[in-house]
């Protein structure tokens, strides 16, 4: 046996074992994935989340946020969602010894509803099970690691289908069971393989986005705070104006509001950039433009998972 025939007898063992091994995990991320690409219009298609009649004109963020705090006075906010249709609800997060996601009509400032905020929901869940989150860190890391099989699977079924004549013998008597599916397989892999390993391994890092970006790009801070025992901002409205003025390409999505006098006002906008204010001086630290492609940029998601599926369906059969 030569060096190249003994190499692929082992990479097939090991494509065959690591499809099996990973084809349940990597079903279940590729078909919740396929769910939450209409995540949006999922969540807004009944109450708290949806309004009973639209609202054309919504109040300031400084308005919602004051009613809260009226309603919640021992709680602190800690998130506001703005409205990004006439139709949507607005919502913010308190934190607190019982943390509540409150939801507010942004037209009158009437609460809607209040919830526990570590409640989760049937989309909520179905999040956390794509991440892995349901079953803790372990869960979210062996998430990460299916996905990055997936590139090690397309990696030694490359090598197999230019080495093909050494597992020939092998491939032959499943061709005999399942043609089709071995078929189906083939070409998926070669055609779909490799765009759905990068979506994989994208998806694998994105499920530690937050350390990661705490650790390569981290959020500005405040060196010097004019008081690190009581937080005093600047009024609201002068900190979105500051944060808008900073970034005029996409409205206003969310609020984060700071814990410490030394980290700043976070703003998120509707296209995914962030904007980074003092709230002692009004100052915009800092925009981080990250925008998305659009609606669009779902689509090859959609269809990847689609074929992801069928492959991992037809390694199910053939194992």
């Known amino acids: 046996m030569t060096l190249c025939a003994a190499i692929s007898k082992k990479l097939w063992f090991g494509h065959f074992y690591l499809g099996i091994a990973i084809a349940l995990p990597l079903l279940i991320i590729a078909a919740s994935g396929i769910v939450l690409s209409f995540h949006d219009d999922l969540r807004y298609t009944a109450p708290p989340y949806r309004l009973a009649s639209p609202v054309y004109r919504s109040l300031d963020a400084d308005t919602l946020a004051k009613s809260v705090r009226h309603h919640y006075p021992r709680h602190r906010l800690e998130m506001l969602f703005l409205p990004t249709a006439p139709e949507h609800s607005a919502r913010v997060k308190l934190a607190g010894p019982e943390p509540l996601m409150v939801f507010v009509d942004p037209g009158t400032t009437a609460i809607l509803e209040a919830k526990d905020a570590t409640d989760l929901d049937g989309l909520d869940w179905l999040r956390e099970l794509h991440r892995g989150s349901v079953l803790g860190l372990p869960g979210k890391i062996a998430a990460s690691l299916a996905g990055l099989g997936t590139l090690f699977l397309w990696a ?46 994208l998806g694998a890092l994105l499920n530690f986005a937050g350390p990661l970006m705490q650790w390569l790009d981290p959020p500005p801070a405040i060196v010097m705070p004019t008081s690190t025992q009581q937080l005093t901002t600047l009024p609201l409205p002068r900190l979105v104006d500051a944060a808008v003025n900073g970034y005029r390409n996409s409205p206003l999505e ?27 001086n009004g100052t915009c630290l800092n925009s981080k433009h990250h925008p998305l492609i659009g609606p669009i940029c779902y689509i090859p998601c959609i269809v990847a998972n689609c074929w992801a599926c069928l492959a991992i369906g037809c390694q199910s059969f053939l194992a």
Do not use: E
């Open 254 to 280: 969310r609020i984060y509001f700071p814990a410490t006098a030394n980290q700043p006002w976070r703003f998120r906008f509707l296209d995914g950039s962030w904007g980074f204010v003092d709230g002692q």
């Open 156 to 201: 030694m079924g490359l090598w197999l289908w230019y080495r093909r004549s050494a597992t020939a013998k092998r491939q032959r008597r499943r061709v005999k069971c399942f043609p089709g599916l071995v078929t189906i397989h083939r070409q998926t892999g070669m055609l779909l393989g490799g765009p759905i390993a990068v979506l994989a391994l």
